[in-house]
């Protein structure tokens, strides 16, 4: 067989090869095609391969590449290469990926994006980088784009888009038909035309399906609606995102402090936002801190180390109330046995509590007209399971030991045990907010401290008190 029929059977296998398998994961032939397309040095093999992906296909197969294979990856591509890509990335590996690139090509690239994705991948960028990267860019794109990284961190105007249709109120519906088919510069895809005076101050909306419903010498005022959602630039992407929840928005005005239009947010942006908060309290629940899957051993151990030394302190605290009752222990050493029990089923009911109230703080829905109605819940959830607890966990103490008294024992450690679980589930993640103090990074800590203490100091005390025991 000759080399041109190898070739020819070659790019007919890579016509019939699947992106993603049947579980939706990236398909190993597929990357092992783009790879071997990498080391070759083939530029056009590689374009037939991932040159019309979606971004998101493209941003999992960045990920899926060797570190050193990512920047050939991206040269070969050439003006393929659509850098959206990077906002699906993890942010290690983009900001990696990014610093084997020059600022020329990076500038070229993000000049075909919209906006908002040209911030979120700037933004990560050292002063100095987004400096040259802006340089490169026209002067009126580098002032928008320098005006959207001004804003605070995980504010709406860092999320916003620039690109948006405003119009004047006195136009008609045809001139601005007209002017949506004559211009050069609109986005890509927009949902609204806002209407705006003189000054820019956003008077209202109109929706597209309106527009084209309407005749064209309608004035757009006449089927204008005042917004009444519009979003602050420096408003925190969180409220903004529950805002977009409460209200089923698809897109949103966003506005300066004088009321000026100057940008739109779309829903798009807000589900990227929902899942990134999402993910965020999840890991400071588990103490891990911002930490990606592409961070390295010394990074992800310095991120960690805090909690742990800070849980090492709780486990001290803990020991400390166990050595009170040594001589406790000595004389009836089933207690030694039967203490992680208690200890343990009150943490897990402590935290069940905690992920409740903090969710709900996160939310908005625990707040000071429920708060009471929610504790007197807590309070009866955690008698009723700790008193079925008890009786099971006592059943199994007096069958194991053959003693009543110690199930009696730790049936009645269960269930104060249980009871400041509950309580302290709740009312910690409530006080730390009132502190001001991120209910979703401190909270497990101190619920922890307290159904170990309680639990321990209950079930040895009640113990030493039930049979004469030495403290």
């Not at 990077?86 to 590996?93: C, P, Q, R, S």
Request: hydrophobic share 50%; no cysteine; proline share 3%.
């Amino acid at each position: 067989m000759g080399q041109a029929e190898k070739v020819e059977i070659f790019e007919h296998v890579l016509d019939d090869l699947p992106v993603r398998d049947e579980e939706e994961r990236l398909n190993p032939e597929f990357i092992a095609a783009v790879e071997q397309a990498i080391t070759d040095n083939s530029a056009e093999r590689l374009k037939e391969l991932a040159g019309n992906l979606h971004e998101a296909d493209t941003g999992d197969l960045i990920e899926a590449l060797e570190e050193e294979e990512r920047a050939p990856f991206v040269r070969l591509l050439g003006e393929e290469f659509d850098y959206t890509a990077l906002t699906e990335t993890d942010e290690g590996i983009r900001l990696k990926l990014l610093e084997e690139l020059s600022n020329e090509d990076i500038a070229e690239g993000l000049g075909e994006l919209d906006s908002d994705d040209v911030v979120y991948i700037l933004e990560d960028l050292d002063e100095v980088d987004q400096a040259e990267i802006l340089g490169e860019m026209p002067y009126a794109d580098r002032a928008q784009l320098q005006k959207a990284l001004d804003y605070p961190e995980d504010s709406a105007g860092r999320r916003m888009q620039s690109e948006f249709i405003a119009v004047a109120p006195f136009w008609t519906v045809g001139q601005t038909i007209d002017y949506m088919r004559e211009a050069r510069d609109l986005p890509d895809s927009f949902y609204q035309i806002y209407v705006v005076d003189p000054a820019f101050k956003l008077l209202g909306s109109v929706h597209l399906d309106k527009i084209l419903r309407t005749k064209r010498q309608e004035k757009v005022t006449s089927i204008m609606e005042e917004t009444r959602q519009s979003v602050l630039a420096t408003e925190d992407q969180e409220e903004v995102a529950r805002r977009f929840e409460r209200y089923n928005l698809v897109s949103a005005a966003v506005v300066d402090e004088n009321e000026r239009l100057v940008g739109v947010l779309t829903v798009d942006d807000i589900v990227d936002v929902i899942q990134e908060e999402a993910e965020e309290d999840l890991r400071a629940l588990a103490g891990v801190g911002d930490e990606e899957i592409s961070d390295s051993v010394l990074t992800i151990a310095r991120s960690r180390l805090t909690w742990l030394v800070v849980n090492l302190g709780t486990a001290v605290l803990a020991s400390v109330v166990i050595a009170l009752f040594e001589d406790t222990i000595e004389a009836m050493v089933a207690l030694a046995v039967l203490m992680p029990i208690v200890a343990s089923m009150g943490g897990n009911a402590g935290t069940q509590t905690m992920t409740v109230a903090v969710r709900g703080l996160a939310t908005q829905e625990l707040g000071a007209r429920n708060m009471m109605r929610i504790l007197n819940r807590e309070v009866i959830v955690s008698l009723l399971n700790g008193v079925a607890l008890a009786v099971l966990i006592g059943l199994t103490a007096w069958l194991w030991f053959q003693s009543a008294g110690l199930g009696i024992v730790i049936a009645a450690a269960i269930i104060i045990n249980m009871l400041f679980a509950g309580l302290s589930g709740l009312l910690i993640p409530i006080a730390l907010d009132k502190l001001k103090v991120d209910p979703a990074i401190a909270s497990s800590v101190f619920v922890t401290t307290v159904t170990d203490v309680v639990g321990f100091f209950a079930f040895l005390g009640i113990a030493a008190f039930w049979f004469g025991l030495p403290l």
